[in-house]
């Protein structure tokens, strides 16, 4: 064997030893993806895209960018999955137009009244009652366009990639976006903010979330959706900067 052939042989074997490694994460980050979708979205499918996230992460890893393997991969893991659910979209259009208006209303309503929105205050705005508005968040809980993931990695994404090649205007948009959303993670009502540090941190299911709050899995889906609809209305003026600098 020569030494190119060796070499390339050794490469592989450090790929497949280190992909074997890091597959239980590819699969934590599958099942907790899993607990906001629905059941029409096989788990094989996340695993999969996944496993090819984990593979470009091994790639395209520079430890001399500050962020742990494992934070960087998990990044990479999460984006291939969300891409998968992207190209095959099950919502409906009509709920996420209709979780945009929620967005909108509940952007116009606190710049009126100087203060977080309630629910029946969001609703008598849009002219519907609390419970359609209630079902609206009901039917956004698994619309992918408002997670957080989605926030930072999507179509509506302020930046494409945490460690993608950046100018250096775009490493400070990057970073002052990352205060942004932690500042409006942080000014949450509290329930909200209590479910999305559930959620993300701690990384319960909306089932466990549930029993922490003693209230029904459906109230914590309710809960989350409208946070994430929240956190888009306050980061509004973050995704249109970034809509026209596509346009542009």
Not at 56 to 83: C, N, P, V, W
Not at 129 to 149: M, N, P, R, W
Not at 215 to 240: F, G, N, P, T, Y
Request: charged content about 30%; overall charge negative; glycine content about 6%.
């Amino acid at each position: 064997m020569s030494g190119a052939a060796m070499y390339a042989a050794v490469q592989a074997a450090n790929i497949d030893a280190l992909v074997v490694q890091h597959t239980p994460l590819v699969k934590r980050i599958a099942y907790h993806l899993m607990g906001r979708l629905p059941d029409t979205v096989q788990l094989d499918d996340l695993i999969q895209s996944g496993m090819l996230g984990l593979l470009e992460a091994l790639k395209h890893y520079d430890a001399g960018q500050g962020a742990s393997f494992e934070t960087y991969a998990g990044i990479r893991i999460r984006g291939a999955m969300l891409d998968e659910l992207r190209r095959s979209d099950w919502t409906p259009r009509s709920v996420h137009k209709k979780a945009r208006m929620v967005a909108d209303a509940i952007r116009e309503v606190e710049n009126r009244l100087g203060r977080d929105a309630k629910d029946a205050e969001v609703a008598k705005h849009m002219g519907i009652d609390l419970g359609e508005y209630h079902q609206i968040l009901q039917d956004a809980v698994s619309c992918k366009t408002f997670s957080v993931e989605e926030l930072i990695q999507g179509e509506d994404s302020i930046i494409d990639d945490v460690q993608g090649h950046h100018q250096p205007d775009e490493l400070l948009l990057q970073q002052n976006f990352h205060k942004a959303l932690a500042k409006a993670i942080a000014e949450l009502p509290e329930r909200e903010r209590l479910v999305i540090s559930l959620y993300y941190d701690e990384e319960l299911n909306l089932r466990e979330i549930g029993k922490v709050l003693d209230v029904s899995e459906s109230r914590v889906s309710q809960i989350c959706s409208q946070a994430m609809l929240r956190l888009r209305a306050r980061l509004a003026d973050w995704i249109e900067r970034k809509d026209n600098e596509k346009c542009s």
